[in-house]
């Protein structure tokens, strides 16, 4: 993958090219089939993934929730920050081309890059505050664990 290609990822719009050089070293290939699950609800969350071409679909056994992923795409952000596991399964719908970013290898881009780690966290940042906005305005939610929401 090429830094050019890192650019139409939001995440990494950002960055300067010699970044973008350096981060594109660190992804690992992965295909994915159609019907291939990439990773299970429950399973650690320990990547990044960037989807170049084809579709995966993110569903939430618990919520019955499905989300299409397609070129341009990325799964699981929060993966680069915090140690957790996967809300849901990934499947791949068509044939599928994937970069993984895993936490270990972003963790010594940011040792090395720390202002375009914090760059990435503010766009991940911005990212979770926008899906937060788009679930409050749809539903009733709580963050009070004694008042469960309607």
């Known amino acids: 993958m ?3 290609q890192l650019k139409t990822f939001t995440l990494f719009a950002d960055l300067g090219d010699a970044e973008r050089e350096d981060l594109a070293e ?3 290939e992965r ?3 159609a019907r291939e699950t990439l990773f299970g609800e429950g399973d650690e969350a320990d990547a990044l993934v960037l989807v170049l071409s084809g579709c995966v ?3 939430s056994p618990r919520s019955g929730e499905r989300l299409s ?3 341009g795409g990325a799964i699981g952000a929060l993966a680069l920050f915090s140690v957790g596991l996967r809300e849901g399964a990934a ?3 068509a044939e599928s081309d994937l970069r993984l970013l895993r936490r270990e290898d972003f963790l010594r881009f940011a040792e090395d890059h720390p202002r375009a ?5 503010a766009a991940v940042a911005a990212e979770v505050a926008q899906h937060a906005r788009a679930a409050l305005s749809q539903r009733s939610v709580s963050v009070d664990p004694s008042r469960p929401a309607e």
């Open 117 to 121: 780690a914090f760059r990435i966290a």
């Open 2 to 4: 090429s830094a050019a």
């Open 69 to 71: 992923i397609g070129p």
């Open 57 to 59: 679909e993110i569903e």
């Open 31 to 33: 295909e994915l089939s």
């Open 26 to 28: 660190l992804l690992e």
């Open 91 to 93: 499947v791949g719908v």
